[in-house]
């Protein structure tokens, strides 16, 4: 087990017990000190630097055991360093101590959803939406979407996938899921909407164009149709797309 892993499972075991050598500091000091070591030990921690990590991020867990980023931090390095048990142990923690931080919710849920523990991921994903103050709940209806549709429940990854277009219409993925859900339910007109948002966020791939290529038939939109096989085939010749047009095509 590597130094800063061993440091990790002794910072779990003691928890808020830790003895901080600052009783001097006023609570903005400590404050102020949490959010700087915790700033940089993030920072090494998103560049792959764990071992220096490991340093400030102790300091601010000593200053303050309880602060939900400095835990969150603790979690995350966890999790890159490949821990898996230590990490889902941290942001189980962070979560008895910070029962409302959403955002360590959200990065929880995503952890799940990696460890493909679906029906936890997609439970803790609903409760992060119902968070009506969360500042990236579009983010979360549509991993809440995500996850859903890995479950094959597809009503209620197209109801997670609406609520995610209806608050932010520029994210491509809600717009290319509700395209092809609409597509699949005979909705030809809806799924036209929608893969029209899709093309103005976002480049084609050989998924897209494959369903491009079908709704364009579906609405009788030759100039689209011709545009969309013209792509696919100069661009994915060697994709699983590719193949199906080729069979499907007249």
Known sequence: MRFGSVWMVMALALGGCVASTDSDLTAEQRESRVRSHTTLAMGYI????????????????????????????????????????????????????????????????????????????CAEFDAVVADTLYVNRAQAFENLGVCRLRMDQIAPAVVAFERAYGLDGSRPLPSLELASAKYDQGDVQSAAFYYRAFLGDSRPNARSLWLGIRIADAIGDRNSQGSYELLLRNEFANSPEYQAWTEWKP
């Not at 969150?72 to 898996?84: C, F, M, P, V």
């Open 46 to 121: 998103n560049n792959g630097n764990f071992d220096r990590a490991v340093e400030p991020l102790k300091r601010a867990l000593e200053l303050d055991a309880a602060d939900p980023e400095a835990m969150l931090a603790q979690a995350a390095l966890l999790e890159r360093q490949g821990d898996t048990a230590l990490a889902g142990d941290a942001y189980r923690r962070l979560l008895s101590v910070n029962a409302d931080f959403t955002r360590g919710r959200q990065n929880y849920a995503a952890f799940l959803f990696k460890q493909n523990q679906l029906d936890a991921a």
